[in-house]
C-alpha cells in the first residue's frame, strides 16, 4: 500500500492519530512528522520526519522518499495563538496548507483537512448551524479555515486531488495537551478536577458550544478519508458533532464523580470573544447522510472515560 504522512503529528489530535492509523495499516506504513521531536524513545524507533509544511521542500522529500499515498496534514496554529500571533498564524495555517496541496497535486495524495466551528463567525446561523451557511469569522484562525476549506475544493475541482475535510468541535482527550485553543478549558477541567478539585474557567458559565471525544474525532478522520468518493457531495468541510455543553453543565457531570469539585469563573475577554462569535451548535446530517458518521461518546461517558484514563496517567507521574 502508499503510505500516509502525518504533519503536525505531536499535536492533540496526531498523538492518537498517528497510533490508531498505523493499527490499521502497520507502523511502517504511517510517517509521523513534526517540527517537534517525540519524546519518548518508543515513538522514536517509529517513522519520524521533521517536516516544516511552510517548507515545500521538505514536505515534497518525505512525500518521494517514503512513496506517500495520503496526507492528514494536521500542522495549524489554534484559536487562541493564531489571535496572539496573526501573521505566522496565516503563514502556518495557509502557507502550510498550500504548499501539502501543491505536493499533493504533484505525487498523487490524497489530503485531509481538519477544518473548526471557527470557520464560522457572528453572522452565520447560531443554533443547529447548517452545513452550507455564512461563514464571515472573525478571528485569523476562522479566515484561515475558510480559505483552507474553499484552497481543498479548488484543488479538487481544478486539479482532481481527493482533498476531504471536517469542521471539529472543540476536542476533548487525556494524551497530548490541547495546543492554544478557546475549547482548552474542556480539557483543563479535568487536570484541575483531579488534581485540585477546583477550577477557574477562562470562559463564562453559559458559553454554549459543540465538543467532541478524541477517539470519535479520530475515528470520523479515518471513516471519511475511507468514505465511497461517490457518496461525497461536500468534501470540504462537514460539519460533525458530538456533546453540546456549557461550562456549567460540564462542571456539574464531573461533580457526579468528584463531588467536592467546585468551578469559579475568571472570563479572557479574548477568548469569550472568540466562543461567543461561534455556534452554539452544529447541524451534522450531511455527514451522517454521506459517509455514516455517528459518534459514539455523549457526556456522561465521555467524562466517565476521561476522568478514568487521566487518574490513572497523573498517578503514573
Ligand atoms: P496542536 O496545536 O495540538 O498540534 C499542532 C502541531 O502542529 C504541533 O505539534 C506543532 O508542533 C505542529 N506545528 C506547528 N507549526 C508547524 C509547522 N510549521 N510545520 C509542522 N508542524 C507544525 O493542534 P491539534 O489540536 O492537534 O489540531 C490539529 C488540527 O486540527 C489543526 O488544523 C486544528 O486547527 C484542527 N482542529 C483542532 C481542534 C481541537 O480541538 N484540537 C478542533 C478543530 C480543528
Ligand atoms: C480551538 O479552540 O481553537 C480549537 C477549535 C475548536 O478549532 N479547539
Not at 18 to 31: Q, T, W
Not at 59 to 74: A, F, P, S
Not at 166 to 176: F, N, T, W
Not at 257 to 267: L, M, Q, R, S
Request: with cysteine; charged share 25%; aromatic share 8%.
Amino acid at each position: 500500500m502508499k503510505r500516509i504522512l502525518v504533519t503536525g503529528a505531536l499535536g492533540q489530535i496526531g498523538s492518537e492519530l498517528v497510533p490508531a492509523l498505523r493499527e490499521k495499516h502497520g507502523s511502517d506504513n504511517v510517517v509521523a512528522s513534526d517540527i517537534r521531536m517525540p519524546a519518548r524513545r518508543q515513538e522514536r524507533q517509529a517513522p519520524f520526519e521533521y517536516v516544516d509544511c511552510t517548507a515545500r521542500r521538505m514536505i515534497d522529500e518525505v512525500v518521494r522518499k517514503y512513496e506517500i499515498g495520503t496526507i492528514y496534514h494536521l500542522a495549524s496554529l489554534l484559536s487562541a495563538v493564531a489571535e496572539e500571533k496573526p501573521h505566522v498564524a496565516w503563514d502556518v495555517n495557509m502557507g502550510g496548507l498550500y504548499r501539502v496541496l501543491e505536493v499533493a497535486r504533484e505525487n498523487g495524495c490524497a489530503v485531509f483537512f481538519p477544518s473548526s466551528i471557527g470557520a464560522f463567525g457572528a453572522s452565520t446561523p447560531k443554533d443547529g448551524t447548517p452545513q452550507d451557511t455564512l461563514q464571515r469569522p472573525t478571528t485569523m484562525y476562522g479566515v484561515t479555515k475558510v480559505a483552507g476549506e474553499l484552497l481543498c475544493d479548488y484543488y479538487h475541482g481544478r486539479f482532481g486531488v481527493d482533498t476531504r475535510g471536517l469542521r471539529y468541535p472543540g476536542l476533548i482527550s487525556h494524551v497530548a495537551p490541547p495546543g492554544g485553543g478557546t475549547t482548552d478549558y474542556a480539557v483543563e477541567i479535568f487536570y484541575e478536577a483531579i488534581r485540585n478539585r477546583r477550577y477557574t474557567c477562562f470562559l463564562g458559565a453559559d458559553t454554549r458550544l459543540d465538543m467532541m471525544y478524541m477517539p470519535d474525532a479520530i475515528k470520523a478522520a479515518i471513516d471519511l478519508m475511507e468514505a465511497d468518493p461517490e457518496r461525497l457531495v461536500h468534501r470540504n468541510a462537514f460539519n460533525v458533532t458530538a456533546v453540546n455543553f456549557t461550562p456549567e453543565q460540564l462542571a456539574a457531570e464531573i461533580g457526579k464523580h468528584i463531588p467536592e469539585f467546585t468551578i469559579a469563573y475568571d472570563v479572557d475577554p479574548v477568548r469569550q470573544a472568540i466562543a461567543d462569535s461561534w455556534p452554539n451548535s452544529l447541524d451534522d446530517s450531511a455527514a451522517r447522510e454521506e459517509w455514516g458518521w455517528d459518534p459514539k461518546y455523549d457526556l456522561a461517558t465521555l467524562v466517565a472515560d476521561m476522568l478514568e484514563n487521566l487518574e490513572r496517567k497523573l498517578a503514573r507521574g
